[in-house]
């Protein structure tokens, strides 16, 4: 009887103790993936040229509830505060972009033909131009941003550190986040050099849970620009787009639903 009793103390301690800590716990996982990220955002933030090079899949779900997953390449070359060159690269679009501090202009390589527009400002202020009112998006852009911490966690209802991964040969730290209508993951590289290596987002709000995924092939910093780096000089016959064509640039076939946020 003496042993029982014992043991029922000894479970009733550990359940106590196990209830206790969970909360303490959990708060110290939002807090580690909190500090990561943060860590990661004041790196990229901070580097004055970045060049990269990633792979994207974006999964679509048809109205038969197939999945179905749709891939490409893509590289840009950054210069803070005002410059950029993207290009991106799939079975359905090939895309270039140029921005030089006043002028944006997007290329369709598929049918030689090129739009500009006016769009003077920092490379965050063309990130949220491109994405609020000319149908493009880069896969990257708020990863870029000068500031990516309080964009990334302005909605985050949930964040868990889920511990190490490895990337491309690369030891990273996996971070997880929660919000209303998506779930979504980064792989962050460890060390001196948090550089953001993988993002998967996953929306909960679009049926059997589609996914976005990048992952980052290589990253360069300290880049040595050469003059025209960032100069657009349309292809021989290119003709100009209108600024409602632009929509048809995307990583999908036209008619293709969409699945996943980006």
């Not at 500031?147 to 030891?171: F, P, R, T, W």
Request: net charge negative.
């Amino acid at each position: 009887m003496k042993i029982k009793v014992f043991l029922l103390a000894m479970l009733a301690t550990v359940f106590a103790a196990t209830f206790l800590a969970a909360p303490v716990m959990a708060e110290s996982q939002e807090t580690d993936a909190g500090a990561i990220l943060k860590a990661m955002s004041d790196y990229v933030g901070s580097q004055k040229t970045i060049e990269l090079t990633f792979d994207s899949n974006i999964e679509v779900i048809t109205p038969q509830l197939e999945k179905i997953q749709f891939t490409n390449s893509g590289e840009a070359l950054l210069n803070r505060p005002n410059s950029l060159r993207a290009h991106r690269l799939g079975g359905y679009a090939d895309v270039a972009l140029f921005f030089d501090g006043k002028t944006v202009s997007i290329q369709d390589k598929h049918n030689n033909g090129y739009a500009q527009f006016d769009a003077q400002g920092s490379l965050d202020q063309l990130f949220d131009a491109l994405r609020a009112g000319h149908g493009i998006s880069l896969p990257f852009a708020d990863l870029l941003l000068t500031n990516s911490y309080d964009v990334l966690m302005a909605e985050v209802m949930e964040a868990k550190y889920i511990g190490h991964g490895v990337i491309n040969g690369l030891e990273c730290e996996h971070l997880a986040f929660r919000n209303h209508d998506t779930d979504w993951q980064i792989w962050i590289e460890a060390g001196k050099r948090p550089i953001p290596r993988k993002l998967v987002i996953t929306s909960k709000s679009i049926n059997s849970a589609p996914q976005y995924t990048l992952r980052v092939k290589s990253w360069k910093t300290d880049v040595d620009l050469a003059q025209d780096a960032f100069v657009f000089v349309p292809t021989t016959g290119a003709h100009k787009l209108d600024h409602n064509e632009l929509i048809h640039l995307d990583e999908l076939p036209q008619g293709a639903s969409e699945g996943g946020s980006k």
